[in-house]
């Protein structure tokens, strides 16, 4: 068995412990295997492991990995997910070639990426990132601004609003992991009050997944416990 398989049978083990601590039934956490900086080898590797979406951060790395994967393996079924920031130049080219976008945090961006999703395809997924860590203002929603948004994204016709995304400020301390987490479900449970239904928390990464499964993630984004450790320098 390939290193890569070996480590998604761990990480599917420890997603198995957190739910269970948590009450939670194991089905109901999806892992996105997030890929940035492996090349196409390692995600055939992943798939032939039976994982199924893979998570990107840059468009040309993305659209690159794609077109030779479609000559190495085209029997592979893969799910892709755009989880970095997004440049308004880059949306027709994550409209037409992911199923999923993790990282929209602007109604002007939502707003393209519907305009541009082809009609062939279905629905474009969409997440709402939000900053939950004030101090780290990089990207993301400020949760006071995130419900007109939410209603805005819910209400556009080539977009399926499934839920709220966080990459929360690292900390090693599993309280405020959790205290973090914890902010992004309040977030959601006030949209559903608001009648805008989410499914979808993504939320947890190599680092504090076992918190984020505790306050209900239903997608962990991994990358460094599958893949192992990116080039010095990478995010
Ligand atoms: C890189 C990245 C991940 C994966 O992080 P790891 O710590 O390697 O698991 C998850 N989410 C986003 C948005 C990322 O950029």
């Known amino acids: 068995m390939s290193s890569i398989a070996k480590q998604l049978q761990v990480v599917h083990a420890r997603i198995d412990a957190a739910a269970r601590v948590a009450g939670r039934d194991p089905q109901a956490i999806r892992l996105l295997a997030v890929s940035k900086f492996f090349d196409a080898g390692a995600v055939v590797e992943?798939?032939?492991?039976?994982?199924?979406?893979?998570?990107?951060?840059?468009?040309?790395?993305?659209?690159?990995?794609m077109a030779v994967l479609k000559q190495a393996a085209p029997e592979l079924q893969i799910e892709w997910h755009f989880i970095g920031p997004i440049q308004s130049n880059k949306t027709r080219q994550i409209a037409e070639h992911f199923d999923w976008v993790h990282s929209?945090?602007?109604?002007?961006?939502?707003?393209?990426?519907?305009?541009?999703?082809?009609?062939?395809?279905?629905?474009?997924?969409?997440?709402?990132?939000?900053?939950?860590?004030?101090?780290?203002?990089?990207?993301?929603?400020?949760?006071?601004e995130l419900l007109p948004v939410a209603q805005a994204v819910a209400a556009m016709p080539r977009l399926r609003l499934r839920g709220l995304m966080a990459i929360p400020a690292p900390t090693e301390v599993e309280q405020e992991q959790r205290a973090a987490?914890?902010?992004l479900r309040e977030l959601a449970e006030q949209?559903?009050?608001?009648?805008?239904?989410?499914?979808?928390?993504?939320?947890?990464?190599?680092?504090?997944m076992d918190a984020a499964i505790a306050e209900g993630a239903t997608i962990v984004r991994i990358g460094t416990a599958i893949f192992g450790q990116r080039h010095v320098g990478n995010p």
């Open 181 to 183: 987490f914890r902010r």
């Open 104 to 144: 929209v945090d602007r109604e002007k961006i939502a707003r393209r990426l519907s305009e541009q999703r082809p009609p062939d395809l279905p629905p474009l997924n969409i997440c709402l990132q939000v900053n939950i860590s004030a101090e780290d203002s990089k990207s993301g929603l400020a949760p006071q």
């Open 191 to 208: 949209l559903s009050g608001r009648g805008i239904a989410c499914d979808t928390l993504s939320m947890g990464m190599s680092a504090d």
């Open 46 to 65: 992943a798939a032939r492991a039976g994982q199924t979406a893979f998570g990107e951060n840059y468009v040309q790395e993305a659209l690159d990995k």
